[in-house]
């Protein structure tokens, strides 16, 4: 059974940019969450995907979408980056919306923005 | 509103000794809570869980977590350290579709 995977790994780009982050889930899991983790800190919640749907937000700005596909992968999409982006982008999937169904975690991409 | 205090940034231990991981909870309910251990480059893994069933919860890895209303503590514990356990470790009050992640306590384990 494949794990979740991201990619790419590392990702540099400049202030003002664009930048899309994907998420394969886990075999069987219908279920995406992303989430920041700034150095230093624990991880926020962006949003959450269920079925193609967002099923959930934290207090992120518009310019933080996303989109889940039939096959339940996911992308991250950030428009007009800003300095405070960096970090690291971590992807969750699970089998369902509560918070019984274990959320199982990518290794995460690691954004730079210069 | 739900959260969660993680009282050390970094704790350090001797290989073999007692590993203890402090966090608070602030919530209007009994919550459910959890530990999650982040090792380098690898992806956050659920350590243990606690769902207002046994207040005494056991995990992977010979963690173990207790309950305590009264102190609205959910302290993390193991017995004995090993050089593995060196990581970061957050503890996570779960909401409707989300997980409420404290800031985290390095722990380091010296030979």
């Known amino acids: 059974e494949t794990g979740v995977t991201q990619s790419p790994t590392h990702l540099i780009k400049t202030r003002g940019q664009q930048v899309t982050l994907r998420c394969s889930s886990q075999s069987g899991h219908n279920t995406v969450s992303w989430y920041q983790q700034a150095l230093g800190q624990g991880p926020q919640f962006i949003f959450q995907y269920y079925r193609e749907e967002e099923n959930g937000r934290g207090n992120f700005p518009p310019r933080f979408s996303g989109l889940q596909f039939p096959n339940y992968s996911s992308e991250l999409n950030v428009n007009a980056l800003e300095l405070d982006d960096s970090a690291l982008y971590l992807c969750a999937s699970s089998t369902g919306t509560s918070y019984y169904n274990e959320q199982f975690f990518g290794p995460g991409t690691r954004l730079t923005v210069l | 509103a739900q959260s969660v205090t993680q009282l050390d940034s970094h704790v350090s231990v001797s290989e073999g000794t007692p590993v203890l991981l402090r966090c608070n909870y602030s919530?209007?309910?009994?919550?459910?809570l959890f530990w999650y251990v982040q090792h380098p480059n690898k992806g956050l893994q659920l350590l243990l869980k606690?769902?207002?069933?046994?207040?005494l919860v056991k995990g992977i890895n010979g963690f173990e977590a207790e309950f305590k209303k009264s102190e609205t503590s959910f302290h993390l514990t193991k017995p004995s350290a090993h050089m593995s356990d060196a990581a970061e470790y957050f503890c996570?009050?779960?909401?409707?579709?989300?997980?409420?992640f404290g800031k985290g306590t390095m722990l380091l384990v010296s030979p």
């Open positions: 919530s209007s309910y009994s919550p459910s």
């Open positions: 606690y769902t207002s069933a046994a207040t």
């Open positions: 996570v009050v779960p909401g409707y579709s989300t997980l409420t």
